[in-house]
């Protein structure tokens, strides 16, 4: 357990303590003479089984002009462009295609060097190049830790460069990167109930726990969850793999202010490091990288092959939906900044009672979802807040209000029936998207300082009408202005255990999760597309003006430019030695995913 990390040494500055330990390697690209020949790739297939697959581009096969245009395969394609659904089982969805990634702007290179089709109406594309874009020209489809094994030592003989994908839901393009060799996860979809978990090395107390391979699936795992009839402490997003980038995250969901961060109950990994070597990882066996994989960055420490997590009891869970509408007659800024506010006064006191929030904000129309487990919270502590938004109905009407005390009978009903439909449909799969967020700690919403909490909500205010300056335009490709995302869904329940885990320290002192999104389609030409992706980069620039600079690495910017800082925060120089610990001579830079 690693509980002494460096926060600040004199004579080193942070700039130094954020450097990276050491140079990235070149590797072999497909254009250069390096690049492993047939031979070489024949060789590997045969060692893995025969999974290994060459790739092109998904929605190749309905560009008319390319060798692997295919009309009976382009309909299929067709057909599951925009499903990425639990009712997703076959290769012509997005999450479970090789070459596919839910938003294809991280399929492409850049502006138009991709092979998108257009979200709204996706349809067959004639007269234009379907390029290669990020996707890897190889993909390999792993069953085990020894065929993950096999790659890795391939890789590094032939200075080949991986990544790994599960579903390719990643809002950083993680999965994917040209000239690399794809390890795929996906069919690492075990999922397995142990009562009674001891560590292996550890004399614990056992705990409730369950074994999910790096392939399983949020929805699975919450449909297994209500069959074994416990409550596991994982996402939202339905189609997300809980095993890999998500638990290397950090991972937060609605069990997240009860229970604290889903790294806050992982016991064990097994992963395959940059030596080829299968590992152990808890408390007693590589302590150091038990530590790093939990929540210390997705996709640097190796390929993980599963992960255990403790459960907990199967438990009801209340809620509270309601819409609101601002007054049409008064001012939409001010009531904008002023409901923020007033959602503000009562974080804290949310999160510390194991209830999380979510305020998804339009300017014109605010949805707020409150979720608490029964055995942590009461429809009781929402009373006050209940009995002062009445009070401020000469400013806000509430259109709908659907709040019951026992909404869900389990958590897994929760998030099947209720939040994994709601974030599901935010996220537009199959249209390019990009995003930039920020972790406000619960000390700048204290309600014992007013005038901070009316400086984020002023911040806040402000980046929604960053993001949505070019949104105005409606141009085409586009599609209308955004609403900010304000989660209140943070690890108060463990937030002292802050070193406990290798997981950014601004999640433990959070109080809201802060998302600025957009997302675009084929259409939209390049400069609309630049000013797109500046607005959304732009949109925290307030709250870090402030001093509000950590963010979520799972849910962050590709493009920060302190991301060392902003992901990490003090753990990073722990973390970078680590790294080099386990890989020294950095070959086995893996990008990755969820």
């Known amino acids: ?42 060789s590997l297939n045969d060692s893995v089984g025969g999974h290994l697959q060459v790739l092109r581009p998904w929605a190749a096969v309905c560009y008319t002009s390319d060798p692997f245009y295919n009309p009976e395969e382009c309909q299929s394609v067709l057909l599951g462009y925009r499903n990425d659904t639990q009712a997703c089982f076959n290769m012509y969805c997005r999450e479970a295609a090789p070459a596919a990634l839910l938003w294809p702007n991280w399929e492409s290179c850049s502006y138009s060097q991709g092979c998108a089709l257009n979200y709204t109406n996706p349809q067959p594309i004639g007269g ?10 190889y993909s390999v489809s792993i069953l085990d830790a020894q065929d993950a094994s096999i790659v890795i030592k391939w890789a590094i003989a032939h200075n080949v460069k991986l ?27 075990n999922l397995s109930y142990v009562p009674e978990f001891i560590p292996q090395g550890l004399n614990t107390a056992p705990v409730p726990a369950l074994t999910m391979g790096a392939g399983a699936q949020i929805y699975n795992i919450y449909n297994y969850a209500a069959a074994q009839n416990f409550s596991p402490v994982i996402g939202a997003c339905l189609t997300v793999g809980a095993a890999g980038g998500f638990l290397q995250g950090g991972g937060h969901g609605v069990l997240t202010p009860a229970y604290g961060l889903a790294v806050d109950s992982a016991l064990e990994f097994e992963v395959v490091t940059a030596d080829g070597q299968i ?37 009801a869970v209340g809620a509270s939906l309601l819409t609101i509408l601002p007054s049409t007659s008064q001012n939409v800024t001010t009531l904008g900044i002023e409901f923020i506010s007033f ?13 999380p929030s979510s305020l998804i904000m339009f300017q014109d129309q605010y949805s707020l979802s409150l979720y608490w487990p029964a055995t942590t919270a009461n429809l009781s502590d929402l009373y006050s807040f209940f009995e002062e938004l009445k009070s401020l109905s000469s400013n806000y009407t509430v259109t709908s209000n659907t709040t019951s005390a026992s909404m869900f009978p389990t958590v897994s009903a929760a998030n099947e029936q209720g939040i994994g439909p709601v974030f599901d449909a935010l996220n537009l799969y199959g249209a390019s998207n990009q995003l930039a967020s920020r972790l406000v700690p619960q000390s700048y919403i204290d309600p014992s300082n007013p005038s901070s909490i009316t400086a984020v909500s002023e911040a806040i205010w402000n980046g929604l009408q960053i993001v949505n300056g070019p949104l105005e335009s409606n141009a085409t490709g586009l ?22 885990t290798g997981a950014n320290p601004g999640l433990y002192s959070a109080a809201w999760h802060v998302v600025y999104a957009a997302p675009w389609t084929l259409g939209v030409n390049a400069t609309t597309t630049a000013e797109v992706i500046t607005a959304i980069h732009n949109a925290v620039s307030p709250l870090t003006a402030l001093g509000i600079k950590s963010s979520y ?42």
């Open 163 to 189: 990544t790994v994908r599960n579903t390719g839901h990643d809002y950083q393009g993680r999965s994917a990167a040209p000239s690399t060799l794809q390890v795929n996860t996906h069919l690492l979809d």
């Open 553 to 594: 690495q799972n849910e962050g910017d590709a493009f920060e430019e302190d991301w060392q800082e902003a992901f990490f925060g003090y753990k990073y120089a722990e973390l970078s030695s680590i790294k080099q610990k386990y890989d020294p001579k950095n070959c086995e830079l893996i990008l990755g995913l969820l």
């Open 343 to 355: 959602v503000a006064k009562y974080q804290n006191a949310w999160i510390n009672k194991g209830i």
């Open 279 to 315: 590992r152990v990882a808890n408390e007693a066996q590589n302590p150091d990288l038990f530590w790093a994989l939990r929540g210390g960055g997705a996709g640097s420490w190796g390929i993980v092959i599963s992960a255990t997590i403790q459960v907990y009891p199967s438990v």
């Open 128 to 137: 234009a190049a379907c390029y290669q874009g990020s996707t890897p020209p």
């Open 1 to 42: 357990m690693r509980k002494t990390l460096l926060v600040a040494v004199p004579g080193i500055t942070m700039a130094q303590v954020l450097q990276a330990p050491y140079a990235v390697p070149i590797f072999a690209s497909v254009s250069s003479n390096s690049w492993p020949h047939d031979s070489n790739w024949t």
């Open 479 to 500: 599609f209308g202005t955004v609403p900010v995302l304000i989660l209140g869904n943070m690890p108060a329940a463990t937030s002292t255990l802050v070193n406990e």
